[in-house]
């Protein structure tokens, strides 16, 4: 269960922006455009072929930080419920999980990058709409949560 939830998690935090269909969120009586971003890029089966390989890297590595991070958490969870709370080693799983949540952020960051790269100029500009899209509707949703 848990690598079927990171699995969803790397793909939703990678490329949900290149992903993401307004189908699923468009009425049928929509009139709006129904291709998805990933069309609009309009890859070639060399850069489809590319990306999928960076992707799946990636999942590799993420499901490694967070096998970490679920021992982390444990750790944590059993130091709660003890007697005593060692606050030494509270400190270090702390530190630890925060290396962790760093090294996430940072392989996300490095395989956007990857993909990036591998875009031609017409593509980077889709890559940047979609990607300031997404951002946008995030800003826009934290917005209506913290209300």
């Not at 699995?7 to 490329?15: N, P």
């Not at 269909?21 to 455009?33: E, F, H, I, L, V």
């Not at 129904?34 to 069309?39: A, I, R």
């Not at 970490?68 to 007697?83: F, K, N």
Request: hydrophobic residues 35%; contains cysteine; positive net charge.
């Amino acid at each position: 269960m848990k690598i079927l939830t990171l699995t969803a998690l790397v793909c939703s935090l990678t490329l949900s922006p290149l992903y993401a269909s307004p189908q699923a969120t468009c009425p049928a009586s929509c009139n709006c455009d129904k291709t998805t971003p990933l069309q609009k890029l309009l890859l070639t089966s060399e850069q489809e072929r590319k990306i999928m390989h960076i992707i799946a890297e990636n999942m590799n590595t993420q499901r490694t930080v967070q096998f970490q991070l679920d021992a982390v958490r444990e750790q944590i969870e059993a130091l709660v419920s003890g007697y005593r709370l060692d606050e030494k080693n509270l400190d270090r799983l702390i530190k630890q999980q925060t290396m962790l949540l760093g090294k996430r952020m940072k392989d996300r960051a490095l395989t956007q990058h990857k993909i990036y790269n591998l875009l031609t100029a017409e593509q980077k500009v889709h890559f940047k709409q979609i990607h300031q899209f997404w951002k946008l509707r995030t800003e826009d949703l934290n917005q209506l949560k913290s209300n």
